[in-house]
């Protein structure tokens, strides 16, 4: 598991020469062209070069690089636009169009063979951190990014990077976005979507960057840890906990308004969660290191849980991923 989700950063480093695909189905060209050219000779793409020119990055993409992009096409801008209300890019303000355009940039040459089920970093900007946001990837069949858009044709290389033409545009993640798409998860959202609680777990943590209460830091157990709490309840699905119980842990899961980035977590550190802030008898979890340095939670209950994974950023917070359910 640790390894699964800190392969994609380091592949990220990697740097990959590879030849053009002659088979390549978007008919586009690539021979000593920059991806702003490639993409200007594709037909599919003229939305694209539209929104590339309307925020300066046009500039950014025909430099030397090497990027990795992953290009939508005019349907998949059109699909975008009507999604958000908007009839052109002009209804877009410039400054979300460029981050929402960075967050179809990677840094280095990949290839789509060399891709495997984790995460990188993106280069758009996340609006709880300030820092670069992740992108969660899925080969299990082709290639998907954040659980909504599909590589249609892979590996077009250009002089300065490669170019992954995809079906969707790819928007800034909330920290339901990472939950929705990661396998890992697939617990936490039966849990997150099981009953009709108060307060709507998955419409709390949508609330985007700049809103209260967000952002939010999300200690998300993976499905395993779901698993080991049914053994420990003595029940065989989340469905046979009550609505109070359920939704009383998983709310011991929130810190609200706070993006608490790994670099910034520390031995003995308190963190007040959301069940805590509003339930003063609650106490709060506590983060340690552990001896080989791990991250460790320690819960109301003294129970010990490791943190198996740190910093998918999201727009509106960040995830850490934990191998123990933590008990109020």
Do not use: W
């Amino acid at each position: 598991m640790k390894n699964y989700f800190k392969i994609l950063p380091i592949l990220f480093l990697s740097l990959f020469i590879i030849s053009c695909d002659d088979d390549n189905d978007d008919n586009v060209c690539c021979a000593g062209s920059s991806i702003v050219d490639l993409a200007s000779e594709t037909e599919s793409l003229t939305t694209l070069v539209s929104a590339l020119q309307v925020t300066g990055l046009d500039a950014t993409l025909s430099s030397p690089g090497a990027f990795t992009v992953l290009a939508p096409t005019n349907d998949a801008f059109d699909s975008f636009l009507t999604s958000i209300n908007a009839t052109s890019l002009d209804d877009i303000p410039v400054e979300v169009l460029t981050n929402v355009l960075l967050n179809h940039v990677i840094i280095g040459e990949v290839q789509s063979s060399s891709l495997t089920n984790g995460y990188a970093s993106t280069q758009a900007v996340s609006g709880a951190s300030g820092t670069n946001m992740s992108i969660y990837i899925n080969t299990d069949d082709g290639v998907t990014f954040n659980g909504v858009s599909s590589v249609t044709s892979a590996d077009v290389v250009a002089s300065n990077g490669i170019v992954h033409i995809v079906d969707a545009v790819i928007g800034l993640p909330s920290v339901v976005t990472f939950a929705l798409a990661d396998p890992n998860f697939s617990s936490l959202v039966q849990a997150l979507t099981a009953y009709d609680y108060p307060q709507s777990f998955v419409g709390l943590l949508s609330i985007p960057a700049g809103s209260a209460p967000s952002p939010f830091t999300v200690f998300a157990p993976v499905n395993s840890a779901f698993g080991s709490l049914l053994e420990e309840l003595a029940v065989s699905s989340l469905y046979e906990i009550d609505e109070q119980t359920l939704g009383t842990v998983l709310s011991y899961h929130v810190v609200v308004g706070v993006n608490q980035v790994s670099n910034s977590l520390s031995g003995g550190m308190v963190l007040t969660t959301s069940l805590a802030q509003s339930n003063p008898n609650i106490a709060d979890i506590t983060f340690n290191f552990g001896d080989n340095g791990e991250g460790i939670l320690t819960d109301n209950n003294g129970r010990t849980s490791n943190i198996i994974a740190y910093d998918v950023q999201a727009d509106n917070g960040i995830i850490h991923a934990i191998d123990t359910v933590v008990l109020p």
